[in-house]
């Protein structure tokens, strides 16, 4: 079984500052962890992902993730936030053995203050 | 490649009306997905399908119905809609069920 906690369902932070949210899975076999963006009144868009290779993963708009096995975490930063980062964030993991699908995380919202 | 794409984007329904939210994808994905989205609230599964003519319940199939005849093709059926289906639905497809999911711009249905 395979599940997702995302600590904090609002993060403020102001622009310039450091952007941390964070995401905790379990998994029973090594899992694929990602991490999507969701604008307002859009689908989500993949952010990074992480499939078993090198465990700092970066993906767009400055954003990466570090996935560390004995924290079971895949946490997002960004060195210094935009006002165009507001959004909400989802993290997601699967299963890298299972055909079946992923698990979402129930989402932070990203606010970005002047 | 138009990716996933869903029709309508809005509607407004009655109580006890149904309807078909379609979703396709131009991908040759084998796996499908749909989910809804309460507002302030995570995605829930609804129904998902691994492949043409397979499908199988997500964690809200309560009050949905789904078919997959083709791999494109992947709608999403509400026979007598209730308020409580008030929500945005988002279908989804990827190659493989572990990988990252491809998502469409949405369908925002308001049961009245």
């Known amino acids: 079984a395979q599940s997702v906690t995302q600590l904090g369902s609002h993060v403020s932070v102001s622009e310039g500052a450091l952007v941390l949210l964070r995401c905790n899975y379990s998994?029973?076999?090594?899992?694929?962890l990602f991490w999507y963006v969701q604008y307002p009144n859009q689908g989500l868009q993949l952010l990074l992902k992480y499939t078993s290779a090198a465990t700092l993963v970066k993906g767009i708009n400055g954003f990466e993730a570090e996935f560390k096995k004995s924290e079971t975490s895949f946490h997002l930063t960004k060195p210094s936030a935009h006002m165009s980062d507001a959004a909400e964030y989802f993290c997601a993991v699967s299963e890298s053995t299972n055909a079946g699908k992923s698990t979402f995380g129930d989402g932070t919202t990203l606010t970005v203050k002047p | 490649n138009a990716g996933v794409t869903q029709t309508p984007k809005f509607r407004i329904l009655k109580i006890g009306q149904s309807m078909t939210l379609q979703c396709t994808q131009d991908m040759n994905h084998n796996y499908m997905y749909w989910y809804r989205q309460d507002p302030g609230m995570g995605l829930k599964l609804i129904y998902y399908s691994v492949g043409a003519g397979i499908t199988d319940k997500g964690e809200v199939p309560n009050g949905y119905n789904v078919s997959r005849s083709t791999t494109e093709d992947f709608p999403l059926r509400l026979e007598l809609a209730a308020p409580s289906q008030t929500s945005v639905y988002f279908c989804?497809?990827?190659?493989?069920?572990?990988?990252?999911?491809?998502f469409g711009p949405g369908t925002r249905l308001t049961v009245l």
């Open positions: 998994s029973s076999v090594p899992p694929y």
């Open positions: 989804a497809s990827t190659l493989r069920g572990r990988d990252e999911q491809f």
